[in-house]
């Protein structure tokens, strides 16, 4: 399993003015049903469950939220940079700018916390981070994430 198996060129929201986490959480949601044909209220409310059991942000200006849906295959990421930072509550205080949302078939859950690993792994390069912050467009946040998966492979 690798990023690009996840992705698609729809896959992102860069730069976008959020005003609230639950703001950013209902785009990528809406963004699921356009790309995956997903529930969108369904999985706000999986997703709003999920975040009061604890924050999904890992810290570094990052968070990745996720949940379990019905209607897809394989693991999937939506990922959004926002151009201000949001109190997404992270053990570090800090402000997220960086979202990587996961969606997981809901009969597996051993794809899902692999997937969950990977983005972890992913998201601990400082560089590939900084790139992704400094994206201007979704082809460029593709390219970014796609040379640094191919860079991993090799």
Do not use: W
Request: glycine residues 4%.
């Amino acid at each position: 399993m690798n990023i690009n198996e996840m992705l698609n060129d729809n896959s992102f929201l860069v730069g976008f003015e959020a005003t609230s986490k639950k703001h950013i959480l209902n785009e990528l949601c809406k963004l699921a049903n356009k790309n995956f044909n997903v529930d969108e209220r369904v999985l706000l409310e999986n997703l709003t469950k999920r975040e009061k059991l604890g924050s999904t942000a890992v810290g570094n200006g990052i968070a990745i939220p996720h949940a379990n849906v019905f209607n897809i295959e394989k693991p999937k990421v939506l990922v959004a940079t926002l151009s201000k930072g949001l109190d997404f509550y992270a053990i570090d205080e800090q402000p997220v700018d960086v979202i990587f949302l996961l969606l997981a078939p809901n009969e597996n859950s051993s794809e899902h916390l692999q997937a969950l690993a990977l983005i972890s792994r992913l998201l601990r390069n400082n560089e590939l981070t900084n790139k992704l912050r400094g994206c201007k467009n979704a082809e460029s946040a593709m390219m970014v994430l796609t040379q640094t998966d191919s860079e991993q492979a090799a």
